[in-house]
C-alpha cells in the first residue's frame, strides 16, 4: 500500500473538481478494511476524518487512536442497544434511519451529535434509510431533541449502479438536501450532502457532495 501517494492522488482529483464546481468537500477516510497502523498512516497523509462503519470498529480505532487530532465519523448502521456505548465519542453519525434511534441517541448523548439522515433514494430494499417522501414527517417528530442537529442527507446507491443510475440518484438526494435547507430549520439546518465512495466520489462532488466517505481508493 502506498498511502500517502493514494491520498496524493484522490486530494488532486477532488481538487479539480471542486475547482470546477465551486465548492470544498470534507474527505472522510473509511479505515474499515485496515489495522490501526495503516489508520494512522492515513492521519498522518492528511486525511483527519475518520470513518467506521460498524460500533466494534470504531471503538477499537477510537481507543488505539485517541492520541491523534481526529474528526469521527461513524457511517453505518447503528443498533439502537449500542448508542450508549459509542455515541458520545462520535462527531458525526452519517446513518440516521429511524425515529426511534434518533429518540435513544438524544437520550443518551452528551453533547450535540451532528446527525445526517439517511435517505433510500434508489429504493433498493435491501438498502436502510426514509424513504423520500418520509423525510418532512420525520424532521417534524425529532425537531425537539435537543441532543440532535440535521446537519445534512446521506445516500448510498446500489453496488452495482451505472453512471447514468448514479447521476440520477445523487441529483435527487441533492435535490431533497437543497429543498430542507431552503426551508432554515433551526433544528436542522442540512447543509451537507454526504455521498460518493471510492468508485463514484467525483460524480457525487459534481451533483453536490459536501463530504465524500472513501475507503478502498486509499488502500490499494
Ligand atoms: C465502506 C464504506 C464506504 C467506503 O467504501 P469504499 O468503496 O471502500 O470507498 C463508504 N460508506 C460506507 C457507509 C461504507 O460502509
Redesign the pocket.
Known amino acids: 500500500m502506498h498511502i500517502f501517494e493514494n491520498v496524493q492522488e484522490v486530494l488532486k482529483k477532488i481538487a479539480t473538481v471542486e475547482e470546477s464546481c465551486g465548492r470544498k468537500t470534507t474527505v472522510v477516510g ?1 479505515t ?1 478494511s485496515v489495522d490501526t497502523k495503516a489508520a494512522r498512516e492515513l492521519v498522518k497523509s492528511g486525511i483527519v476524518n475518520i470513518a467506521e ?1 460498524r460500533t466494534e470498529l470504531f471503538l477499537d480505532k477510537y481507543n488505539k487512536m485517541s492520541n491523534l487530532d481526529v474528526t469521527w465519523h461513524l ?2 448502521t447503528l443498533q439502537r442497544r449500542k448508542v450508549k456505548e459509542v455515541i458520545n465519542l462520535v462527531d458525526y453519525f452519517h446513518a440516521l434511519d429511524s425515529v426511534k434511534l434518533a429518540q435513544e441517541i438524544d437520550k443518551r448523548a452528551k453533547h450535540v451529535i451532528k446527525c445526517f439522515l439517511q435517505v433510500n433514494v434508489s429504493g433498493e430494499a435491501s438498502k436502510h434509510g426514509f424513504s423520500p417522501n418520509d423525510l418532512d414527517q420525520v424532521l417534524a417528530e425529532i425537531a425537539d431533541l435537543s441532543h440532535i442537529q440535521i446537519v445534512g442527507l446521506m445516500t ?1 446507491a446500489p453496488i452495482n449502479a451505472t453512471d447514468a443510475e448514479l447521476d440520477s440518484i445523487f441529483a435527487k438526494a441533492s435535490a431533497l438536501q437543497r429543498q430542507i435547507a431552503a426551508q432554515n430549520l433551526t433544528h436542522s439546518p442540512c447543509t451537507e450532502l454526504s455521498m460518493g ?3 463514484d466520489y467525483q460524480r457525487a462532488i459534481q451533483h453536490g457532495a459536501t463530504f465524500v ?5 486509499f488502500f490499494k
Open positions: 473509511v474499515k462503519n457511517i453505518g448510498m465512495m471510492s468508485r466517505r472513501i475507503g478502498s481508493e
